[in-house]
């Protein structure tokens, strides 16, 4: 892989972990509580178990994406695009389980009678709104990061080949 190549890798990178970095800060702040019927209740990310899992991938996602910036590029390229795809394949799956869990704390479920909480702890609600969205650039980020890096590796087996 030439540096032409390359310097579009290391700025997809680096956005997405911008991307990722900013997702974990506005989760780990997400907090809220309200009064209900003279109880009070705490909205936290670590209620979910599901939001938990987001910050976890975001976590691994942001750490590795500080180490895959710093690999040579010419001698490892195969591992770093497998890992690549592994963890695109969790980032979507982390962003899909929370957009789900947030449609609920948004709208709710009338049929199984779980209310929106979003009405009574809207700042909880739009820091996990902000988090989402950030994590949603991460995905996209990742997953065109993915398709480049297939496309340089189909372009040097057809040149080798």
Same mark, same amino acid.
């Given at each position: 892989?030439?540096?032409? /190549?390359?310097? %579009?890798?290391? !700025? !997809?990178?680096?956005? @997405?972990?911008?991307? #990722?970095? *900013?997702?974990?800060? *506005?989760? *780990? +702040?997400?907090?809220?509580?309200? #009064?209900?019927?003279?109880? =009070? &209740? /705490? @909205?936290? $990310?670590?209620?979910?178990? =599901?939001?938990?899992? &987001?910050?976890?991938?975001?976590?691994?996602?942001?750490? $590795?994406?500080?180490?895959?910036?710093?690999?040579?590029?010419?001698?490892?390229?195969? %591992?770093?695009? *497998? &890992?690549?795809?592994?963890? =695109?394949?969790?980032?979507?799956?982390s962003f899909s389980a929370a957009v789900g869990v947030g449609q609920l704390g948004k709208e709710g479920n009338s049929h199984a009678g779980w209310l929106p909480i979003c009405g009574q702890v809207p700042k909880f609600c739009n820091h996990i709104t902000a988090a989402l969205i950030a994590g949603f650039v991460s995905v996209i980020? $990742? &997953?065109?990061?993915?398709?480049?890096?297939? +496309? +340089?590796? !189909? +372009?040097?087996?057809?040149?080798?080949?």
């Amino acid at each position: 892989m030439n540096k032409a /190549q390359w310097i %579009p890798i290391l !700025l !997809l990178r680096g956005v @997405a972990l911008v991307a #990722t970095i *900013v997702a974990v800060i *506005v989760m *780990v +702040n997400s907090h809220d509580s309200a #009064t209900v019927l003279g109880m =009070t &209740f /705490q @909205a936290k $990310y670590n209620n979910s178990p =599901t939001l938990k899992y &987001f910050l976890i991938v975001s976590i691994v996602t942001a750490v $590795y994406s500080v180490v895959a910036l710093f690999v040579p590029p010419k001698k490892s390229w195969r %591992p770093v695009l *497998v &890992f690549d795809l592994i963890v =695109t394949s969790f980032l979507i799956s982390s962003f899909s389980a929370a957009v789900g869990v947030g449609q609920l704390g948004k709208e709710g479920n009338s049929h199984a009678g779980w209310l929106p909480i979003c009405g009574q702890v809207p700042k909880f609600c739009n820091h996990i709104t902000a988090a989402l969205i950030a994590g949603f650039v991460s995905v996209i980020v $990742y &997953f065109v990061l993915l398709l480049y890096s297939l +496309n +340089n590796v !189909l +372009n040097l087996v057809a040149i080798k080949g």
